[in-house]
């Protein structure tokens, strides 16, 4: 059974700093892991999206990366802003009986001014 | 490009009654999923339509259901409802083939709460 898992469930870090979220997974056999953003309240924001042949996507201040055999994905975040303060929440794409997306349980980020 | 929309965005019911929710999908989307998201919770799948069949359950009971028209607009319908089903319910679109190779767009979500 495919379980993902994040750490660290919060996070409160000045505005600078660079900071880098874990994601991991318990079944390699997945087809592409998705991060997305989600501010209270409301739905999610997708944010990267990584193929599983691919080892990393990068989009402005984010870079994804992804490591299939050792079931880890870290989603690094470079000099932080009070913006960014959200839940992150990874998912990956599975097939368990059906093709699905599995999400963790997020990471509460507090970027302080 | 249209974004997903889901409606109504908030929903008070009780225990016992039925409700039903709506999404329409993103233009050019069609396949379309239906997640619950419990407060502090991560999403969990209900249930995926393709081209108006369902061909992907999770571990929802029967009283879970839904329905995708030919406009890619679906509606997921609640029977029985219980407290446990207060959540945000979320619908996702994903374009023609729903391949792995697609990203999810999701909508705004509509709260509901059981009394």
């Known amino acids: 059974k495919q379980e993902v898992t994040q750490i660290p469930a919060a996070l409160s870090v000045p505005e600078g700093e660079n900071l880098v979220l874990n994601c991991s997974f318990t079944d390699s056999a997945i087809y592409n892991l998705q991060w997305f953003r989600q501010d209270p309240g409301k739905g999610l924001t997708s944010l990267l999206l990584i193929q599983s042949s691919q080892r990393e996507q990068t989009s402005g201040r984010l870079n994804a990366s992804l490591d299939k055999s050792s079931g880890r994905s870290t989603l690094y975040i470079a000099a932080s802003q009070p913006g960014d303060s959200a839940t992150y929440l990874c998912?990956?794409?599975?097939?368990?009986?059906?093709?699905?997306?599995?999400f963790g349980t997020g990471t509460r980020l507090k970027v302080l001014a | 490009e249209t974004g997903v929309t889901q409606s109504p965005t908030h929903l008070i019911k009780t225990r016992g009654q039925q409700v039903t929710l709506r999404c329409s999908s993103q233009?050019?989307?069609?396949?379309v999923s239906w997640y619950q998201q419990a407060l502090g919770q991560g999403p969990q799948f209900i249930f995926q339509?393709?081209?108006?069949?369902?061909?992907g359950r999770g571990n929802f009971p029967p009283r879970f259901s839904g329905l995708q028209f030919p406009n890619y607009s679906s509606e997921l319908n609640v029977n029985a409802l219980e407290l446990d089903d207060s959540a945000l319910y979320l619908c996702?679109?994903?374009?023609?083939?729903?391949?792995?190779?697609?990203?999810?767009?999701f909508g705004p979500g509509t709260r509901l709460t059981v009394l």
């Open positions: 339509y393709y081209r108006e069949e369902e061909n």
């Open positions: 233009s050019g989307h069609n396949t």
């Open positions: 996702a679109s994903r374009p023609t083939g729903g391949g792995s190779y697609n990203e999810q767009f």
């Open positions: 998912a990956v794409y599975h097939l368990s009986g059906t093709y699905k997306y599995i």
